[in-house]
Nanobody, 121 residues
Framework: QVQLVESGGGLVQAGGSLRVSCAAS????????MGWYRQVPGKQGELVAN???????KYEDSVKGRFTISRDNAKNTVYLQMNSLKPEDTAVYYC???????????????WGQGTQVTVSS
């Protein structure tokens, strides 16, 4: 089994910064992509940022220049540094990891439980 555990969410004023982390543990052979997804009730969720095993990153347009995704492959951990936060960044942030549990298994996407990020105006 695999677990993704997020930490670091919270309440911050507009213009402030937060860093969220997500550590994957369990029966992991290797991880390809890791990323962050956010969801606001009543709205469609969106992929905020993604990073592959080679370090290639991709960002949703509204966070480019403000958010930075990184990963520590030795720790199976992905980070999202969020700067210049805006009220519209308020959401539950979920981490995801596409991984396989053995050399012969297929890649499967796993999700964390989510962490609330609230930006006050």
């Amino acid at each position: 089994q695999v677990q993704l555990v997020e930490s670091g969410g919270g309440l911050v004023q507009a213009g402030g910064s937060l860093r969220v982390s997500c550590a994957a543990s369990g029966s992991i052979f290797n991880i390809s992509d890791m990323g962050w997804y956010r969801q606001v009730p009543g709205k469609q969720g969106e992929l905020v940022a993604n990073i592959n095993s080679g370090g290639y990153t991709k960002y949703e347009d509204s966070v480019k220049g403000r958010f930075t995704i990184s990963r520590d492959n030795a720790k199976n951990t992905v980070y999202l540094q969020m700067n210049s936060l805006k009220p519209e960044d308020t959401a539950v942030y979920y981490c995801k990891a596409i991984l396989r549990m053995s050399r012969l298994s297929t890649y499967v996407q796993w999700w964390g439980q989510g962490t609330q990020v609230t930006v006050s105006s």
